[in-house]
């Protein structure tokens, strides 16, 4: 599916392709919502969107090293490293890195702003010598650069039926919501990793601080203080959702079907963690495998609709002869056997 993927987006050269599966390989492993979501794209956006989403988890990983075998110094080494080896890529399409030649060709071919990058890049600095934030308004200043880029980004790559400038604030907004609510969902994760991202005035305004918060996950026991604080959070959170939602109308129709599944799966996420009681200090909630596959089935079917409508399909080129046709069939059955939880998202 990578090759179909690959060739329907024209890209051909092998470092290159080598590059783009190198995303797609990252995606899989770490994003499974967005994985599966991704997989309801037509085919030639989909190694875009990995590259834009590689990227990303590459700079994440870097900031995070869950191994812990490097210093912050080190980190900041490693980042600031591949800052410079984007400004070369995205300058002359190049790269060291797998993930910076696929992203600058996918920067390259969307027409993606780079001071997008820039941002983001800022953000996962801060990340090395920041470690909570005062106010919600402090928070959304830093998720500027590492939640709400990435919706930007990606919105050249997903098209648009209405001026790409009336759409962008919705798309900024529906990252911020995803990264809000994996906050949410790993508060434990990086409470071990010495981070808060929940706002302080917001815990402050249920008599929650940092050191319940770790005296909690300590010890396994429950608050009703913690409990309020991450309700309002959830609050908070879907407030984003509903910023978002809009947009997604605004989408090329044949994009929406992905966005309306990730924006069904991830808001899955606080469905889940308010049914285990808000337990994210202890435990990490997580959409069922059950649930994942019936909303990719919907999304299958707006997508039937979609092609209907837009008298579109994936149908495989006549040119490629027999075994093309073979070979695309069996592509699109492991699609639909992956979406509807049948097989492994890999």
């Known amino acids: 599916m990578t090759r179909r993927e690959l060739d329907a987006a024209g890209v051909t050269g092998p470092d290159l392709r080598t590059a783009y599966t190198a995303c797609r390989r990252l995606n899989a492993r770490h994003g499974r919502s967005y994985f599966l979501a991704t997989r309801l794209l037509p085919v030639e956006r989909r190694s875009a969107v990995h590259a834009l989403y590689g990227f990303a988890r590459w700079a994440d990983d870097i900031v ?47 027409g993606i702003e780079h001071t997008l990058f820039t941002d983001f890049l800022a953000s996962m600095r801060s990340d ?148 285990q009681g808000y337990a994210v200090l202890h435990r990490r909630a997580a959409v069922s495998r059950r649930r994942r596959a019936a909303v990719a089935a919907t999304g299958l079917l707006q997508i039937a609709r979609a092609r209907r409508s837009t008298g579109t399909g994936h149908r495989p080129d006549r040119a490629d002869g027999a075994d093309g046709v073979v070979r695309a069939n069996r592509a699109d059955r492991a699609d639909r056997a992956e979406l509807q939880g049948k097989g492994p998202v890999t």
């Open 64 to 110: 995070d090293d869950l191994d812990r075998h490097r210093t912050p110094v080190e980190r900041d080494r490693l980042l600031r490293c591949l800052e410079s080896d984007l400004a070369h890529g995205l300058r002359t399409g190049g790269g060291e890195e797998p993930v910076v030649r696929a992203v600058a060709d996918t920067a390259e071919r969307y």
């Open 128 to 275: 090395l010598h920041i470690t909570d934030y005062p106010t919600y308004a402090d928070l959304r200043a830093y998720m500027h650069g590492s939640a709400a880029v990435i919706g930007l980004q990606m919105l050249p790559v997903l098209g648009t039926v209405v001026d790409r400038a009336e759409a962008a604030p919705h798309a900024a907004a529906l990252g911020v919501a995803f990264q809000l609510t994996n906050f949410l969902r790993d508060v434990g994760e990086d409470l071990d990793r010495g981070r808060v991202y929940l706002p302080a005035d917001l815990l402050a305004a249920h008599g929650v601080d940092r050191p319940l918060l770790e005296w909690s996950r300590r010890t396994g026991r429950a608050d009703p203080r913690i409990r309020s604080a991450l309700v309002a959070a959830e609050a908070m959170t879907r407030k984003v959702y509903g910023e978002a939602e809009p947009g997604i109308a605004m989408l090329d129709p044949r994009t929406r079907p992905c966005i309306r599944t990730a924006f069904t799966l991830y808001g899955g996420i606080l469905d889940a963690i308010a049914d």
